[in-house]
């Protein structure tokens, strides 16, 4: 089967019928965990959990100090109050409001940052945990999911004199940025481990993302522009303790849910959608299974890619 790349993944992805994404993700057998929203139901939707919500009585958890003027990103970074949303009011909204195609029943929206994903032996770029170079011989860097911010900041230190960029995203999860920040879908009884979507190709899973945008913003709409979303506490001294630090990992700390609070269309981007906005960087979407090595088709995609430029070849 041929993959398409770059923008012309993505324009394919949006034009995929319902039958030729279920029919692909049934050959990964993905049906239940991603298809296409079904937006002829989603008036009925809308109507119950406006139900739900009234009786949940939702209040704001995550606030920000009004006598500031934060713009999208820097809300990335800022340090808002954050008061943990109870057990039975997460449950609530997991079981009886949250009922999407990629954002699923029973399903949450996790930080990808957070203290246990950076590996302290490596240089700390603010927005950009496990920045690195695969040799001081080669132009080649490597980096966890960056904030908008984080971006931004790698980007000016590989290329300080404004050379050009080819960026690949490896993740084969669907993320979505709120607020400058990266979230990635998890099984909520898994809140650690990434979702399995072997088999996928990049244009089905940015069609995913796409779809995770319009459900992330119409739930947010039934809360008044919040968000139930999971982040992860520091790790204590005893849990540091006993997996020793390993490899300059920290040990997991523990999860937790709070309400993201002003989350509309113009707070949500796709990962496509942030890196179109910066100048001189060539965006590429590759989908591999995470701990894995790239298959022999996104491996000759990326040389093909590469030989596309050869400056940095």
């Known amino acids: 089967m041929s993959t398409l790349d770059g923008e012309d993944a993505y324009e394919h992805a949006r034009r995929l019928t319902h039958d030729e994404i279920a029919t692909r993700l049934c050959g990964a057998g993905l049906l239940e965990q991603m298809v296409v929203m079904v937006l002829a139901g989603l008036q009925e939707h809308n109507e119950q959990a406006a139900a739900t919500s009234a009786d949940l009585n939702v209040k704001s958890h995550m606030e920000y100090d009004d006598s500031v003027d934060l713009s999208v990103d820097e809300r990335a970074t800022a340090k808002p109050v954050i008061e943990p949303v109870p057990p039975d009011e997460v449950s609530c909204v997991c ?111 940015e069609q995913a993302e796409a779809l995770l945008k319009l459900e992330v913003i119409a739930e947010a709409r039934r809360f008044g522009g919040r968000l139930l979303v999971v982040d992860e506490s520091e790790p204590t001294e005893a849990a540091t303790a006993e997996t020793g630090n390993k490899g300059g990992l920290t040990a997991q700390g523990k999860p937790f849910s709070y309400w993201e609070t002003e989350v509309t269309g113009a707070t949500v981007r796709t990962p496509r959608e942030v890196m179109t906005e910066l100048r001189g960087c060539v965006y590429h979407r590759l989908a591999i299974s995470d701990g894995m090595a790239a298959s022999e088709r996104e491996f000759d995609a990326i040389v093909r890619h590469m030989r596309e430029w050869p400056a940095l070849t």
Not at 104 to 111: C, F, N, P, S, V
Not at 131 to 140: G, M, V
């Open 95 to 205: 079981r009886g409001v949250r009922d999407g195609r990629v954002l699923r029943k029973q399903t949450i929206l996790k930080a990808d940052h957070y203290p246990s994903s950076h590996n302290k032996e490596l240089p700390i770029i603010s927005g950009a945990p496990n920045f690195r170079q695969a040799s001081t011989d080669l132009p080649i860097f490597g980096v966890a999911m960056p904030t908008s911010d984080g971006l931004r900041s790698v980007c000016a230190a590989v290329a300080p004199e404004h050379q050009q960029i080819v960026w690949f995203n490896l993740r084969q999860e669907p993320c979505i940025y709120i607020h400058g920040r990266p979230f990635t879908v998890k099984e909520r009884s898994d809140p650690f481990n990434t979702l399995t979507n072997k088999g996928l190709l990049a244009a089905d899973v």
